[in-house]
Nanobody, 126 residues
Framework: QVRLAESGGGSAQAGGSLRLSCAGF??????????MAWFRQPPGEGREPVAG???????DYVDSVKGRFTISKDNAKNTLYLQMNSLKPEDTAMYYC??????????????????WGRGTQVTVSS
């Protein structure tokens, strides 16, 4: 059974940086193609996409984080990352990683993912 565990969340000031990690258990990225993504849920709002990455390394980002966030993965470590720079108060949210076996066409579609982590909180103060 595949399980995802996020870490790296915390508090930062506007303009600062944080790096999130998502460790995958029960999956082997070096042998099986997975699409993976980061989503976030601001306080009182619904879950929204942030960035996604396919098995072949191609990526997609929502416009609000382009140029500030970078998604990457280390197949050997079965770990997904999200480097967040130039943080803004509106980036405050619970951040979740998600995975789906295969090469997804629409990386940022929430319904495409069948495995989710429990989330890690990111709080950005002005």
């Amino acid at each position: 059974q595949v399980r995802l565990a996020e870490s790296g969340g915390g508090s930062a000031q506007a303009g600062g940086s944080l790096r999130l990690s998502c460790a995958g258990f029960g999956l082997t990225l070096t042998r099986t193609a997975y699409s993976m993504a980061w989503f976030r849920q601001p306080p009182g709002e619904g879950r929204e996409p942030v960035a996604g990455i396919r098995a072949d390394g191609t990526t997609d980002y929502v416009d609000s984080v382009k140029g500030r966030f970078t998604i990457s993965k280390d197949n050997a470590k079965n770990t997904l990352y999200l480097q967040m720079n130039s943080l803004k108060p509106e980036d405050t949210a619970m951040y979740y990683c998600a995975a789906r076996e295969g090469q997804l066409g629409r990386l940022l579609r929430l319904a495409n993912y069948d495995t989710w982590g429990r989330g890690t909180q990111v709080t950005v103060s002005s």
